[in-house]
């Protein structure tokens, strides 16, 4: 016998690609300040003092454009075939852990 592909839930799918589509949204503006914060360097003139016109700055920037890059790709990939409930609260989570990129961003994008 052929096996035949599971029927998903309407309700289901629309929740799913409703938490894909803002995370997805917000991992881009995210990344963005992530991006600027990483770059500031390079605006900054030579005596400048802040955290953001130091090399550290530019490391930490990298690793927030990585970390928001890596939350975009956990959230899409573990709310594959999973309950509403569960895509709910790893969509929160993701959302979660985009706001806290997008402060630290913003923070080190002060500095400058």
Do not use: Q
């Not at 939350?71 to 959302?95: D, W």
């Amino acid at each position: 016998m052929a096996r035949h592909a599971k029927v998903v839930d309407p309700r289901l799918r629309v929740v799913r690609l409703s938490i894909v589509v803002v995370i997805w949204a917000y991992g881009l503006v995210a990344g963005l300040y992530a991006l600027l914060a990483g770059a500031a360097k390079f605006g900054c003139m030579h005596g400048d003092g802040g955290l953001a016109c130091r090399t550290s700055g530019s490391v930490l920037g990298v690793v927030l454009l990585v970390t928001v890059a890596a939350v975009v790709m956990l959230v899409t990939l573990a709310s594959a075939n999973r309950s509403e409930r569960r895509v709910l609260i790893i969509g929160g989570v993701g959302v979660a852990a985009l706001t806290a990129c997008l402060v630290a961003a913003l923070s080190l994008l002060a500095t400058a």
